[in-house]
């Protein structure tokens, strides 16, 4: 990594895309603190989703790193935090450190074994090489251009990696299958919106053939977790369609609803409408796991 046999450049800081948004979180909301706790919500039942579809917090081999009281694990876009609370209170033996560009993770009642700090990844990690026995970057494959993840972002997460440790990256696909019309018609939207500035909906498709190309990378396992909407016989599918409804909110309350000149009056009507889509299409996308070991 960053010599001469190299397959990529190591760019520090790679040039911001052009467009009126800068990322995948602006666009897809008008977040702003205020909001928090209704983001919040949702960031939870997404994060409930993941750990029931994979049936877990990660898939990496790593039970040996989290029994170790000197293990280091980071969490990357850590968000509010839900996947770090998590682990530090099943696995208390490692220090657990949290890193997002927004802080909208927890000020206070933090557990003494985790550490939160407001960071943005393309300026680089504040860590040095090779700390981390575990890094997990979770949801965060469309905030970055295919360029920035192709150049950058592989790079830097396995940088700060110790040699033997392990990278795990879970994302879902953004262009879905099956939708009814109105699930259709945001979905596309949202999908010719992420390509405009350079971001690959279907990223999380790339990450398997993408860490495999990076010599530094080897064992790198590809699991998949079927997300299927409206089938209320499967314990998730429930919870996915109301998710996938207040998303749709979130979406046609921002500047995706601008784009698709929605009336702010009809967005309840069009929620519904996607809800009763959910049941009677039901939709489905893929989550994707890629866990890969930096060599020793
Ligand atoms: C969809 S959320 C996922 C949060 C969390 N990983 C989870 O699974 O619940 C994406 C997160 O990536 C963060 N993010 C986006 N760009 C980032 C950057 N350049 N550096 C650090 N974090 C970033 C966002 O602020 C947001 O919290």
Known sequence: MG??????????????????????????????????????????????????LFKGNFSSPIHNILSDPNAK??????????????????????????????????????????????????????????????VHIQSVGSEFTETQWETFVYQ????????????????????????GPTLKQLNLTVCNCLMAINVNPQMALRHHSLIKSFPIFSNVIHDKGHMQLGN?????????????????????KGPIGKIMKIDPKDINSLTDKIEIECELYKPYYFYHRVCAQKAA
């Open 232 to 252: 209320y016989t499967h314990k998730i599918g429930k919870i996915g369609t109301l998710t996938m409804k207040e998303y749709s909110r979130f979406a046609y």
């Open 156 to 179: 830097e997460l396995a940088r700060v990696l110790k040699p033997g440790g392990w990278l795990e990256i879970c994302d879902p696909e953004i262009e879905f299958s099956n939708c």
């Open 73 to 134: 694990i980071l969490d990357v876009g850590c968000g509010s935090g839900f996947w770090l609370l998590e682990m530090a209170a099943d696995y208390s033996s490692p220090q657990y450190f949290g890193i997002d560009n927004l802080s909208t993770f927890p000020k206070s009642t933090i557990p003494s074994n985790i550490e939160f700090s407001q960071h943005n990844l393309l300026e680089g990690l504040p860590f040095p090489d090779n700390t981390f026995e575990f």
């Open 3 to 52: 010599n001469k046999t190299s397959r990529f450049h190591f760019t520090r800081k790679p040039p911001k895309p052009k467009g009126y948004i800068s990322n995948y979180h602006e666009m897809l909301s008008s977040f702003k603190l205020e909001e928090k706790s209704d983001h919040d919500e949702k960031e939870h039942l997404v994060h409930f989703i993941i750990k029931e």
